[in-house]
């Protein structure tokens, strides 16, 4: 935690773009800095906690689809991956990296593009979205994770430049069924929550949507399913592996063993050892359900977390239950729930927040933020007790990500 007197600037990624916003150093006056790729998906913009200079872009780019942008002068300036996440072809030899004498990037897409639309098989085996981004452990600098719909996960060691497929769990999703659905949700099965432990970079978890959360201790070469205690009244078997619905998964950053899942059916913690996870959102008010995509927690308290509910009944029209947004926290690890909504509309707010669009700086007071589908981006200064809008009229946010100056 850093005390009061830090800038922090939040990295929105939104529907049509990428934006910045930085505050002054007491958090009360916010400046918006213009914008990237305006009219292309920016699905997750991150800075990378290694080196404050380098920054991440996972983009989708019109016809030329999908690829990330990175930049190492802060933002500065940008480049677009040379090699961005592609799945190896079945002839291909599985190297670590590519050659860096590989086709110029706009016309393998090109070419990629007419492939898949005449080919079916090509078009399974395509990547049609860079969703999630998650830099490396602290003892590798210039690694990265990206995840991907279809499922997939891939690594860069360059900073963003060149990637490669984490073959381990690409082979993974293929080999189990479930894991490689088509339309499964409105954006397809993604490939989200990569987590690594601080304590072991060969340590990672990741979730799939309507898949599963699944843990590897080899660095992605193998995968085991952790999704017991997951309730799933979608599945005619709630208790199988694979096909659960994960909205986002965390790690507490001082407690690792600490997890929370905010996923289609409830709010859930686990706490490792342990493989069952346990439905806390249960002890959320009836009247407002455990539905939700986001959760946040605090950086040095693993009992206190943040969620956004939503509306998940019947049709789920994925707005604020009865038009009024409220931010939920725990401070007992779930066994209890308290509503914060000073400041919020006590009506007619019907808008949600996507699962990359909250997350919390790291200064005192902690400060939290929120970007919502209709282009507004919310901050507290109070560590949720009560909310201030700090910039509106944005396309509708997809990720905001918070770093410090």
Same mark, same amino acid.
């Given at each position: 935690?850093?005390?009061?007197?830090?800038?922090?600037?939040?990295?929105?990624?939104?529907?049509?773009?990428?934006?910045?916003?930085?505050?002054?150093?007491?958090?009360?006056?916010?400046?918006?800095?213009?914008?990237? %790729?305006? #009219?292309?998906?920016? %699905?997750?913009?991150?800075?990378?906690?290694?080196?404050?200079?380098?920054?991440?872009?996972?983009?989708?780019?019109?016809?030329?689809?999908?690829?990330?942008?990175?930049?190492?002068? #802060?933002?500065?300036?940008?480049?677009?991956?040379?090699?961005?996440?592609?799945?190896?072809?079945?002839?291909?030899?599985?190297?670590?990296?590519?050659?860096?004498?590989?086709?110029?990037?706009?016309?393998?897409?090109?070419?990629?593009?007419?492939?898949?639309?005449?080919?079916?098989?090509?078009?399974?085996?395509?990547?049609?979205?860079?969703?999630?981004?998650?830099?490396?452990?602290?003892?590798?600098?210039?690694?990265?994770?990206?995840?991907?719909?279809?499922?997939?996960?891939?690594?860069?060691?360059?900073?963003?430049?060149?990637?490669?497929?984490?073959?381990?769990?690409?082979?993974?999703?293929?080999?189990?069924?479930?894991?490689?659905?088509?339309?499964?949700?409105?954006? #397809?099965?993604?490939?989200?929550?990569?987590?690594?432990?601080?304590?072991?970079?060969?340590?990672?978890?990741?979730?799939?949507?309507? #898949?599963?959360?699944?843990?590897?201790?080899?660095?992605?070469?193998?995968?085991?399913?952790?999704?017991?205690?997951?309730?799933?009244?979608?599945?005619?078997?709630?208790?199988?592996?694979?096909?659960?619905?994960?909205?986002?998964?965390?790690?507490?950053?001082?407690?690792?063993?600490?997890?929370?899942?905010?996923?289609?059916?409830?709010?859930?913690?686990?706490?490792?050892?342990?493989?069952?996870?346990?439905?806390?959102?249960?002890? &959320?008010?009836?009247?407002? /359900?455990?539905?939700?995509?986001?959760?946040?927690?605090?950086?040095?308290?693993?009992?206190?977390?943040?969620?956004?509910? &939503?509306?998940?009944?019947?049709?789920?029209?994925?707005?604020?239950?009865?038009?009024?947004?409220?931010?939920?926290?725990?401070?007992?690890? /779930?066994?209890? @729930?308290?509503?914060?909504?000073?400041?919020?509309?006590?009506?007619?707010? %019907?808008?949600?927040?996507?699962?990359?669009?909250?997350?919390?700086?790291?200064?005192?007071?902690?400060?939290?933020?929120?970007?919502?589908?209709?282009?507004?981006?919310?901050?507290?200064?109070?560590?949720?007790?009560? @909310?201030?809008?700090?910039?509106?009229?944005?396309?509708?946010? %997809?990720?905001?990500?918070?770093?410090?100056?």
């Amino acid at each position: 935690m850093k005390p009061a007197g830090i800038r922090v600037k939040l990295l929105i990624g939104k529907r049509k773009g990428s934006f910045t916003i930085t505050s002054d150093p007491v958090r009360i006056r916010w400046n918006l800095e213009g914008h990237n %790729y305006l #009219g292309h998906i920016i %699905y997750h913009y991150v800075s990378d906690p290694r080196d404050p200079q380098s920054y991440v872009i996972a983009a989708k780019t019109g016809h030329l689809g999908p690829t990330i942008y990175f930049s190492k002068d #802060g933002g500065a300036t940008w480049k677009e991956s040379s090699h961005p996440p592609q799945f190896e072809k079945k002839s291909e030899s599985k190297e670590v990296l590519p050659e860096a004498d590989i086709v110029k990037e706009s016309a393998r897409k090109i070419e990629a593009e007419a492939n898949s639309n005449a080919d079916p098989e090509s078009k399974a085996n395509s990547v049609e979205t860079v969703f999630w981004l998650t830099p490396g452990h602290q003892s590798e600098p210039g690694v990265w994770y990206a995840g991907t719909a279809p499922p997939g996960m891939f690594i860069t060691r360059d900073g963003g430049d060149t990637w490669a497929p984490v073959t381990g769990f690409n082979e993974y999703t293929q080999a189990n069924e479930g894991l490689h659905g088509e339309g499964a949700t409105p954006g #397809g099965q993604l490939t989200h929550s990569i987590l690594i432990d601080p304590r072991d970079a060969n340590h990672l978890y990741t979730s799939i949507s309507v #898949g599963g959360t699944f843990e590897s201790t080899d660095k992605g070469t193998t995968w085991t399913p952790i999704n017991k205690g997951i309730e799933a009244e979608f599945l005619p078997d709630p208790d199988t592996p694979y096909g659960h619905d994960p909205h986002l998964v965390v790690a507490h950053p001082a407690n690792p063993d600490r997890l929370y899942q905010q996923n289609h059916c409830g709010i859930y913690r686990l706490d490792r050892p342990d493989v069952k996870w346990v439905r806390i959102g249960n002890n &959320m008010p009836k009247e407002i /359900g455990d539905i939700g995509f986001p959760i946040v927690v605090h950086p040095e308290n693993a009992d206190r977390a943040w969620v956004f509910p &939503m509306d998940g009944t019947e049709v789920w029209p994925r707005t604020s239950p009865d038009g009024k947004p409220a931010v939920y926290e725990t401070q007992d690890a /779930g066994e209890s @729930w308290h509503r914060h909504d000073m400041g919020l509309p006590t009506e007619h707010g %019907y808008f949600t927040v996507k699962r990359q669009a909250m997350c919390a700086d790291y200064t005192v007071p902690l400060g939290l933020y929120f970007g919502t589908t209709c282009g507004e981006v919310w901050a507290s200064l109070d560590e949720g007790n009560s @909310w201030n809008c700090i910039i509106r009229h944005l396309p509708e946010i %997809y990720s905001v990500t918070a770093t410090m100056e």
